[in-house]
């Protein structure tokens, strides 16, 4: 543009210069009226010309420089037209990361919910272990206690029996004390005392005497079974410690399986209350990455929304290029139309100014011719005025 205007600048100067000089040559070389008129009019019609010529420049450079603006707007029209394209890339490619970002989380999320169901059935599997191993435990210690139930029971019917026995045998030795003095009483006495009473003592003694003799036939069976239950009695006892001992191995056993079972009871205490808190832990985090993913999904929806209002604003803006870029083939086929008429008229503009310039140098040369006789009249006058003054000297 200011190149344009530098040039359209020097040919309006060239336009005066030209102007100046026509009229300084049309003054010069006009010797009457008729000439100066005709002198004066073909300076006018050069003048006219060159005018128009310099207007048909004008308003091609002015074409030009609108062409070139059209130009510069379709390629700032093409640079935004990339820029929304490259935005639209940016955008699709972090909606496809997001896209990702929110699979990758749901298969975390998957994965967690499937340690805490296994970690569930872990818990409920020591639980129903832990169950059946105190209802063992509980069963264990209730035998345990019913077998020293028994032997305790058994301790005390030895003993009752124990204590029958003694009384029995007391009995039967103050039975033998009381019988031994009767007895001699009756020997003692049955000469004193009649026969009545001495037949009476007599059936009485023999009335004890049997008694005694069944008496002692009683203790006799009552020693056998008292032997015969003592030694039962010594292998039921031997029996009854080998089942104690046998009981007290039992009872260390479940009293150390106890231990064991309280021990591993603990641990599954300790371990149920690790895998609480670990569910916790994956809940919080199942919690926060369902937040997450809500976050992300709302990212994605906004993200979409964006994608298609972008869309929108590029058929908008892809419809006003065309527009624009419709209405600009329009303006350059008329500006083509009129560079080419303007072509025209400029090569048309061009041969008239060859022949004002045909003119102008034809009126130069009437110039130069109409100065060299100016001289020459000059000269002469100067040598005639000369000669005057040397005739008048003289």
């Given at each position: ?96 990361e997001l896209r990702g970002a929110l699979e990758r989380a749901s298969g975390d999320a998957e994965a967690r919910a499937r340690d805490v169901a296994t970690s569930t059935m872990t818990i409920d599997a020591l ?164 937040a997450r993913r809500v976050e992300l999904a709302e990212r994605v929806v906004t993200l979409e929304r964006r994608i298609d209002d972008m869309r929108a604003q590029h058929l908008d803006a892809e419809l006003g ?5 419709e209405k600009t083939l329009e303006d350059l086929r008329s500006s083509r139309n009129e560079v080419v008429s303007e072509s025209k008229a400029r090569r048309e503009a061009e041969a008239e100014l060859e022949r ?39």
């Amino acid at each position: 543009m200011p190149r344009d205007l530098t040039r359209t600048e020097a040919l309006e100067r060239e336009l005066l210069r030209a102007l100046d000089r026509c009229e300084r040559n049309a003054m010069r070389t006009s010797t009457s009226t008729s000439k100066r008129r005709d002198v004066d009019s073909q300076a006018f019609r050069d003048v006219s010309n060159f005018k128009s010529h310099i207007d048909d420049e004008i308003t091609r450079h002015d074409d030009d420089a609108r062409a070139h603006v059209h130009s510069m707007e379709l390629n700032a029209l093409a640079i935004a037209l990339a820029r929304r394209d490259a935005e639209l890339s940016a955008v699709h490619r972090e909606m496809i990361e997001l896209r990702g970002a929110l699979e990758r989380a749901s298969g975390d999320a998957e994965a967690r919910a499937r340690d805490v169901a296994t970690s569930t059935m872990t818990i409920d599997a020591l639980t129903i272990e832990l169950d059946t191993e105190r209802r063992v435990s509980i069963d264990t210690a209730e035998a345990l206690e019913r077998a020293i139930e028994r032997a305790s029971r058994t301790s005390e019917r030895e003993k009752a029996l124990e204590e029958a026995l003694e009384v029995e045998r007391a009995r039967r030795r103050r039975a033998e004390r009381d019988v031994a003095p009767a007895r001699e009483r009756g020997r003692k006495e049955g000469a004193i005392e009649g026969e009545s009473k001495a037949a009476a003592m007599m059936g009485v003694i023999e009335g004890l005497e049997k008694e005694l003799e069944r008496v002692r036939g009683r203790l006799r069976r009552r020693d056998d079974d008292a032997a015969a239950g003592d030694a039962e009695r010594r292998r039921e006892r031997d029996a009854r410690d080998v089942e104690r001992e046998t009981l007290r191995e039992e009872v260390r056993t479940l009293e150390s399986e106890r231990e064991r079972l309280r021990a591993s009871l603990k641990a599954a205490y300790d371990a149920n209350a690790s895998l609480k808190a670990t569910c916790e832990r994956n809940a919080d985090r199942s919690r926060a990455e369902a937040a997450r993913r809500v976050e992300l999904a709302e990212r994605v929806v906004t993200l979409e929304r964006r994608i298609d209002d972008m869309r929108a604003q590029h058929l908008d803006a892809e419809l006003g290029y065309k527009t624009r870029l419709e209405k600009t083939l329009e303006d350059l086929r008329s500006s083509r139309n009129e560079v080419v008429s303007e072509s025209k008229a400029r090569r048309e503009a061009e041969a008239e100014l060859e022949r004002a310039k045909s003119a102008l140098e034809s009126a130069e040369t009437r110039e130069r011719r109409v100065a060299e006789a100016l001289e020459h009249t000059k000269s002469a006058r100067t040598r005639i005025e000369k000669a005057y003054y040397d005739a008048d000297r003289r």
